[in-house]
Every structure is written in structure tokens, then in C-alpha cells.
């Protein structure tokens, strides 16, 4: 599900459950990162398909990019692997106003 950005942060406060997937490119992560955020680059084919592939289907993962069109393609393909749980946060960490980590 595509989530503005306030949907996407009150969501995860609530959620136990909650994993959050950052999808973009390890220096684009270097310019910091949503605390607790676990990087997976998407550009990385079939390498990024075995790395969800390791996770839980069973948590709600919270996906996001520089700007929400890849994570929103991570989210398409986890539901396609059997994820039911994916939300994209819509304008990426580029519009993210909460904490950020180094």
C-alpha cells in the first residue's frame, strides 16, 4: 500500500510488528538513514530477490527509497513473493522529516 508520509510514521509507531526496508544504494544510505531502517538495494537484481527471500512474511514491512518509485517496486514484488504486508512511503526519504540516523 502506498502511504503519505504521516501515514507511514503514525502506522509504524503503532505497529509491534513492524520492519523497516531501506531499498536504495549503500551511498545513497551513507547520507543517512530512518533509525533501525535494514538496507537491501533493489538494484541489485536477483541478489536483492535472495535477500527477501531470507526475511519473515510474517512482519509489516515499512519500504522506502530516495524518492518512493523503487521501494514501490520492492513493495510489488514482495506481495508477489508472498508478503502481505508492505506499505511504500510515498515521496521517499528526499521528503522524510523524522529522525535520521548516520
Known amino acids: 500500500a502506498d502511504l503519505s508520509q504521516e501515514q507511514w510514521t503514525q502506522q509504524l509507531k503503532a505497529d509491534e510488528n513492524a520492519?523497516?526496508?531501506?531499498?536504495?544504494?549503500?551511498?545513497?544510505?551513507?547520507d543517512g538513514f530512518i533509525p533501525s531502517a535494514k538496507n537491501l538495494n533493489i538494484f541489485k537484481g536477483q541478489a536483492?530477490?535472495?535477500?527477501?527471500?531470507?526475511?519473515?512474511k510474517n512482519k509489516n514491512?515499512?519500504?522506502?527509497c530516495k524518492a518512493g518509485g523503487r521501494s514501490g517496486q520492492a513493495c510489488a514484488i514482495m506481495n508477489q513473493?508472498?508478503?502481505d504486508n508492505t506499505?511504500?512511503?510515498?515521496?521517499?526519504?528526499?521528503?522524510?522529516?523524522?529522525?535520521?540516523?548516520?
Request: hydrophobic share 40%; no cysteine.
Open 19 to 30: 520492519f523497516i526496508l531501506d531499498v536504495r544504494t549503500e551511498e545513497e544510505v551513507e
Open 48 to 56: 536483492f530477490i535472495y535477500e527477501l527471500e531470507a526475511l519473515d
Open 61 to 64: 514491512y515499512y519500504v522506502y
Open 81 to 83: 513473493m508472498g508478503f
Open 87 to 102: 506499505y511504500n512511503l510515498m515521496g521517499g526519504f528526499q521528503e522524510w522529516t523524522g529522525e535520521v540516523d548516520q
